[in-house]
């Protein structure tokens, strides 16, 4: 079943760039007419060579289409396209169309504030969305400025790329932007509650739904000095101003990302805005995100890649100057800490997939190919290797090739090429080797010690060959506890090493990038070890080892979830599910003997953690969440949710209620009805995420089979509640329950790209995978599935992901065998 749209092919990206030269586009929106839909007039002018192309538009009516003033017959409209046949010469051409409101975080993202009822709207163009905003010339190197003019209701609030007013009630004029990339192109709109400041004469801009008004304010201070302080290390680092004018960021509703750089108006996730206690952790992944977007101004915005297959030069450079700038000018120094716990694991396992690709250079063929890359390579592993190309080069190299390549191509586009054109004349030398053994070739060198033959040895992944040299730090435990550096270049495939006896780390300080596999050894003295090790980088960088190690059967899950109970229950002052807690969650806990059993083990140790813990402090809530996901009591999650024999120092917050309310879902210690009850009460956006969660967890047929219909399309539940739906489906100890739908997921997923598209379709993928059904009928059944040629790429790419995680499960399995 192929996709409704054409993707633009690479090729056809090509002919179009030498074509056509833009001059501009005028956009007018009507947002105020109905809830479904929008009026869209866009108004294009344009020089082109005689010949045949394509102007993208995927509108539910289309009224009309001028061209020079004449009319042209809207049935030719097909797939997304619309055919052209040009003269020579400067052209007008004006469609007149009326588009969808989607909700699925894409395009004209429309959804209901369940808290009062209020509706907001935010545009995501990215990364191929713009044409159901607004008739274009869909791909990133074909830029002009815009003038949006908007009628939206009158209570409503309008911002876009570019700084704009209200004119009289309900009618909105922008400015002209600057030249833009389709993608990036936004709109963030209604009863939205807005903070403005400045700095260094730039207008500043924080909003957020009216209903969590009050926790934006509260933060307000914190984000505009990470504003503040990014910019002018932003400036100086780079030396160029920032020039897209106001600075706004907006928080928004289902948001699909992270965050999206568009220039002048970045829209984040509103989970960002704490409704509820959090952990440093996430307050520092925020202000990473938070520099990250910024620094896309620059790399991304101001010097747009020509195409998909340069997604490193937009994503690994927003990663590396994102936590650099983060970690060294912002009260969250330890933003490289948090990147090895969160992010280096994210992009290891994906280096070693069968899936993975080089960072540089992806191949996609098209757009809907290059989506599938924004992964750990895109972000991870390309920061990685920035990183150690500043340290190589230093700063003053990286940075005079950086400005120059910035000047370069101001305001256009630009090639991995280019910028390493731009390098070697600012004195960086011949980085040829470089680039084919670090950015052109994938997958990561492992490196062992082999204590026996008293050397380190590298070994590049067989089917992607290379020659990496490798400057590390190897910490050594010596008998009382401390740890010493030692410096090894690794340049041959053996290099030698003499630790004696000792327990050694190879590159906990996340000197290069590589698969570290702790020897057996060293693994055997972890559990004793890990908890005195007080360095945040060296535990971070063990633990990071520690997962490697997992990750390919070196190590029996009886002795990590040793290592996890002896350390438990705060590794770390949060979890994401990128962190420690949850990867032991997913990884650790089901690959036991008896994963009951394990979970009691896990909890009694958060139990003594969180009655040694001090009242109110982060690492107080961390221990009661980890007792909370490891209880099987429901006595006992009863009273704490009923506010009986809570610890002192932890009130209920809607986020800890309803963690409470899931584990008893799980457990099938509430109903429903219950359930119901709980969200009518304090019916916010982040409850009704929850709730959709703690349905699907219920151990009942009918709650199971609901969650499936949300799964086909047949529920139709926006992003957040569908993958809540998805990891509440497939819970540990309720087989007899989904066994029968490990067999219908592979059925039934193909044909959810009739419900489907983009984001949605390849994480609903992903989140409905029968994780929880480790065999081999199992991954044979994903393996017929990712071999049927018809499957649409993005889920088959899920697939392929989900395949290998559940191989090298069973890789485990096998390899430590079960009496
Ligand atoms: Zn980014």
């Given at each position: 079943?192929p ?11 090509l002919?179009?760039r030498?074509q056509?030269?833009l001059?501009s586009?005028?956009?007018a929106?009507?947002?105020a ?10 108004t ?5 060579r005689?010949?045949?192309t394509f102007l993208?538009l995927?509108p ?5 289409i001028?061209?020079?003033g ?9 797939r ?11 052209h ?11 909700n699925?975080g894409?395009?004209l ?8 009822g ?11 969305a713009a ?7 869909d ?22 790329n570019?700084p704009?007013?209200?004119?009289e009630?309900g009618?909105w004029?922008?400015?002209?932007s600057?030249p ?17 400041d400045?700095?260094?004469g ?5 909003s957020?739904?009216?209903s969590?008004a009050?926790?934006?304010?509260k933060?307000?201070?914190e ?7 990014s910019f002018?290390e932003l400036?100086?680092l ?5 020039p ?20 002048g ?6 989970p960002?805005?704490?409704?509820s206690?959090?952990?440093?952790g ?9 520099a ?8 991304g ?8 297959d ?5 994503e690994?450079?927003a990663e ?5 700038v ?13 990147d ?7 992009g ?7 899936s ?5 250079g ?11 890359d924004f992964d750990g ?23 005079k ?7 370069q191509h101001r305001f ?5 090429h280019?910028?390493?054109a ?7 030398g ?5 680039t ?9 060198d ?7 033959a008293?050397?380190?040895?590298r ?12 400057r ?12 010493t ?6 340049e ?9 006896d000792?327990p050694v780390?190879?590159?906990p300080?996340?000197d ?6 702790p ?18 980088e060296?535990?971070a ?8 190690a997992l990750?390919?059967a070196?190590?029996?899950?009886v ?22 807690m949850?990867w ?26 969180l ?6 402090s982060?690492?107080?809530l961390s221990?009661?969440?980890?007792a909370?996901?490891t ?19 932890i009130?209920l ?5 309803w ?13 429903l ?6 969200l ?7 409850a ?7 349905h699907?967890s ?9 969650a ?5 399309g047949?529920t139709?539940?926006?992003n ?9 489906f497939?819970r ?7 066994g ?9 997923l193909?044909d ?7 984001w949605?379709?390849?994480d609903?993928?992903?989140h409905?995978?029968p994780?929880?059904?480790v065999?081999?009928e ?10 049927d ?30 009496p």
């Amino acid at each position: 079943m192929p996709s409704p749209y054409a993707s633009l092919q690479r090729t056809e990206a090509l002919a179009r760039r030498d074509q056509l030269d833009l001059a501009s586009y005028d956009v007018a929106l009507d947002l105020a007419s109905d809830d479904a839909t929008f009026g869209s007039v866009t108004t294009l002018r344009f020089t082109s060579r005689a010949g045949t192309t394509f102007l993208d538009l995927k509108p539910v009516g289309l009224r009309s289409i001028r061209l020079d003033g004449h009319p042209l017959d809207v049935d030719l409209l097909q797939r997304g396209r619309f055919p052209l046949m040009l003269s020579e010469g400067e052209h007008e051409l004006v469609v007149d169309a009326t588009m969808p409101f989607r909700n699925d975080g894409e395009g004209l993202h429309r959804s209901v504030d369940p808290a009062d009822g209020k509706n907001y709207v935010y545009g995501m163009s990215f990364m191929d969305a713009a044409p159901t905003i607004f008739a274009c010339f869909d791909q990133p190197d074909l830029k002009a400025p815009y003038t949006f003019h908007v009628r939206a209701p009158q209570d409503w609030v309008v911002i876009g790329n570019a700084p704009g007013q209200q004119v009289e009630p309900g009618v909105w004029e922008f400015q002209q932007s600057q030249p833009l990339s389709t993608y990036f192109v936004t709109l963030v709109a209604g009863p939205y509650h807005v903070i403005r400041d400045e700095h260094d004469g730039i207008p500043l801009g924080l909003s957020a739904r009216a209903s969590i008004a009050a926790d934006l304010d509260k933060d307000a201070d914190e984000l505009f000095t990470l504003t503040r302080q990014s910019f002018d290390e932003l400036h100086r680092l780079f030396g160029i101003r920032y020039p897209f004018g106001d600075y706004h960021q907006a928080f928004v509703p289902e948001f699909n990302a992270g965050a999206m750089e568009n220039p002048g108006c970045v829209t984040f996730r509103d989970p960002l805005i704490f409704t509820s206690r959090v952990t440093r952790g996430i307050r520092v992944f925020r202000a990473s995100t938070l520099a990250h977007e910024m620094a896309h101004q620059w790399f991304g915005n101001l010097v747009t890649p020509a195409w998909w297959d340069d997604l490193w030069l937009n994503e690994s450079f927003a990663e590396y100057m994102g936590n650099r700038v983060a970690a060294d000018v912002t009260e969250y120094a330890e933003v490289w800490v948090e990147d090895s716990y969160s992010r280096r694991q994210w992009g290891l396992v994906a280096d070693q997939r069968p899936s993975t690709h080089p960072v540089a250079g992806n191949g996609a063929v098209d757009a809907s190919a290059a989506l599938q890359d924004f992964d750990g390579i895109s972000y991870a592993k390309g920061c990685a290797i920035l990183r150690q190309l500043n340290a190589t080069l230093g700063d003053e190299v990286f940075f005079k090739g950086t400005i120059d390549h910035f000047e370069q191509h101001r305001f256009g586009n630009a090639t991995m090429h280019d910028l390493f054109a731009s390098w070697e004349r600012a004195g960086a030398g011949d980085l040829t080797s470089f680039t084919d053994n670090w950015l052109r070739t994938a997958g990561p060198d492992r490196i062992e010690l082999d204590r026996a033959a008293g050397v380190v040895r590298r070994t590049p992944p067989a089917d992607h060959p290379a020659d990496r040299p490798h400057r590390i730090r190897a910490a050594v435990a010596n008998d009382d506890g401390t740890w010493t550096d030692h410096v090894l270049e690794i340049e041959e495939p053996e290099t030698p090493f003499d630790a004696g006896d000792h327990p050694v780390l190879l590159d906990p300080y996340n000197d290069t990038w590589a698969l570290l596999i702790p020897d057996k050894p060293t693994m055997d003295a972890l559990e004793s070890l890990l908890p005195q090790v007080t360095d945040p980088e060296l535990r971070a960088g063990l633990w990071s080892n520690v997962r490697s190690a997992l990750h390919n059967a070196a190590v029996d899950p009886v002795d990590v979830l040793e290592i996890a109970v002896r350390s438990l229950p705060i590794e770390d002052t949060e979890d994401t599910p990128r962190r420690t807690m949850a990867w032991v969650y997913k990884w650790v806990v089901p690959l036991q003997p008896d994963p009951a059993a394990a979970l009691a083990k896990l909890h009694a140790a958060a139990r003594v953690r969180l009655d040694a813990a001090t009242p109110t402090s982060e690492e107080q809530l961390s221990a009661f969440r980890a007792a909370i996901g490891t209880a099987s009591d429901a006595a006992l999650l009863q009273s704490w949710l009923a506010g009986d024999e809570l610890p002192e120092g932890i009130p209920l917050d809607v986020d800890l209620r309803w963690r409470l309310l899931v584990q008893l879902a799980s457990l099938g210690a509430v109903d429903l009805a219950e359930l119901d009850r709980q969200l009518e009460a304090e019916p916010t956006a982040v409850a009704r995420v929850r709730h959709a969660g703690a349905h699907a967890s219920l151990p009942d047929a009918e709650a199971k089979a609901w969650a499936w219909s949300c799964f086909t399309g047949e529920t139709n539940l926006p992003n957040y509640e569908l993958e809540a739906v998805g990891l509440g489906f497939w819970r540990g100890g309720q087989e007899e329950l989904t066994g029968s739908y490990v067999e219908r997921y592979f059925a039934e997923l193909p044909d959810t790209v009739k419900k489907r598209s983009g984001w949605v379709l390849a994480d609903a993928a992903e989140h409905f995978f029968p994780r929880t059904s480790v065999t081999r009928e199992t991954l044979a059944r994903a393996e017929a599935l990712i071999a049927d040629g018809d499957l649409d790429l993005s889920i088959r790419r899920r697939l392929v992901d989900e395949a290998d995680t559940l191989e090298r499960k069973l890789a485990v399995l096998e390899a430590y065998p079960r009496p």
